[in-house]
């Protein structure tokens, strides 16, 4: 248990230590915020065009090094780490031709599914073949567990990695909203992987969830740095190779409602603007209804916060509840 608290809490010093320099150095080079033009934004956010942006950089670098050091490197934790490190890459490619490019579209939706996809391939063949990882879906609320088979199971790999990491990479939108969500996932997932012996895999999240909160303090109301598509993307594959290794794929519908109430209100939005022509939110995702609601984004931020909190405890009782009666 000391080393698991050590890794995160070098991770988060490691943040904060680094922190500065890598965000001067963003700046002094330009890799700034491209912010969509007015009317597909709140107006407040205009004021973050070029802020520094791929600050995900940081958290991956944060994470990896304090891992690699103090970790037993496990099967399960490099699978992860494998994970995180790829849909990072896919982010980092996005990003990078946001800022190029000075445009907010980035790499085409097809190519980012297309490396998830491959991702989510490689992922399901090594949890199962390598790690041990059954084909099956344990359902831990009620009790039930679902055998699949490979394809299937692949299909609900891949469902649950494009859509964490794009889940994640839409609540990024608010200072500080994905770094703090995030850090309370992961705090979950480093008690689900503690409680079931796997402590490399705990360690590895609390470094994950170290370097989230040493963000934060960079990346708080107003944002000194964004994490950008790097940040998010690589966050949201940890979570879902988390959830894989961890056998909690339909308990991270719970544990990151945050995130699924995010993507949702997307979807909804879109499905019934093309419909309908009319909107069910004053603007997607859920943050920016609320902001166009009146809401202050500091608000938002911290109620949000909350409810990751309170779906967090529920989502790690079930798990804790099942595996120990």
């Not at 360690?203 to 944002?223: R, Y």
Request: with cysteine; hydrophobic share 55%.
């Amino acid at each position: 248990m000391s080393r698991i608290l050590i890794a995160a809490i070098g991770s988060a010093a490691l943040m904060l230590f680094l922190g500065p320099k890598f965000i001067e150095w963003l700046r002094n080079n330009e890799v700034g915020q491209f912010v969509r033009p007015q009317g597909l934004i709140p107006s407040g956010h205009d004021a973050k065009r070029g802020t520094p942006t791929m600050g995900g950089l940081l958290i991956v670098v944060a994470t990896v090094l304090p891992f690699l050091i103090l970790s037993g490197r496990s099967t399960g934790a490099m699978l992860v780490i494998f994970v995180t490190l790829a849909c990072g890459a896919i982010g980092f490619v996005d990003d990078y031709r946001k800022i190029v490019a000075k445009r907010s579209l980035g790499l085409a939706a097809r190519w980012r599914m297309l490396g998830l996809a491959g991702i989510s391939l490689v992922l399901a063949i090594v949890a199962v073949r390598v790690v041990g990882i059954s084909t099956t879906l344990d359902l831990q609320f009620i009790d039930v567990t679902l055998s699949l088979g490979p394809i299937f199971y692949f299909v609900v790999i891949l469902v649950v990695v494009s859509g964490a990491a794009n889940a994640v990479n839409l609540t990024d939108g608010l200072d500080g909203l994905a770094a703090g969500t995030c850090a309370v996932a992961l705090l979950v997932y480093t008690g689900i992987a503690f409680v079931s012996g796997q402590r490399d895999l705990a360690m590895l999240s609390a470094t994950l969830m170290g370097s989230c909160v040493g963000f934060l303090w960079f990346n708080s109301f107003p944002a000194q740095v964004f994490m950008g598509d790097t940040g998010s993307y690589a966050l949201g594959g940890a979570i879902a190779a988390l959830a894989v290794v961890t056998k909690t794929e339909v308990l991270l519908i719970i544990i990151g409602a945050v995130f699924v109430a995010e993507a949702l209100s997307v979807m909804v939005q879109v499905v019934v603007f093309r419909r309908y022509r009319r909107r069910v939110f004053l603007m997607a995702p859920l943050h920016h209804h609320f902001e166009m609601a009146g809401w202050s984004e500091t608000k938002i931020i911290v109620r949000l916060w909350l409810i990751a909190l309170i779906v967090g405890s529920i989502g790690f009782t079930l798990y804790f509840r099942s595996v120990h009666g």
